[in-house]
């Protein structure tokens, strides 16, 4: 398994923006489909967005689009989450999960995980 490692969560105003940052210890990084994951209490572990390997292709759910963005430098084995705008509902610890079989979005089998950091938006 790829070992990952979130960082930039913290506590924002509703309206703020927060940056979102997972590193991988695989140098094989760059072949591996990405994605961040989101998990509010009493809830399940719900998709925010997805990336391919080389960046080229994303997807997002519905409740984000046109507020967050992916993205990733492979050159850093990095994988980033740019939130805007950002709503109490967006409150929930955040996981970045990869893909090691598959680069492409789509079908993905997610069996690497963060451990996780916290985002709160207060209202």
């Known amino acids: 398994q790829v070992q990952l490692v979130e960082s930039g969560g913290g506590l924002v105003q509703a309206g703020g923006s927060l940056g979102l940052s997972c590193a991988a210890s695989e140098r094989t990084f760059s072949s591996y489909a990405m994605a961040w994951f989101r998990q509010a209490p009493g809830e399940g572990r719900t998709v925010v967005a997805v990336?391919?390997?080389?960046?080229?292709?994303?997807a997002y759910a519905d409740s984000v689009k046109g507020r967050f963005t992916i993205s990733r430098d492979n050159a850093k084995n990095t994988v980033y989450l740019q939130m805007n705008s950002l709503k109490p509902e967006d409150t929930a610890v955040y996981l970045c999960?990869?893909?090691?079989?598959?680069?492409?979005?789509?079908?993905?089998?997610?069996?690497?995980w963060g451990q996780g950091t916290q985002v709160t938006v207060s209202s």
């Open positions: 999960a990869a893909d090691p079989n598959r680069g492409v979005v789509g079908g993905n089998v997610w069996d690497s």
């Open positions: 990336i391919s390997s080389t960046g080229s292709t994303t």
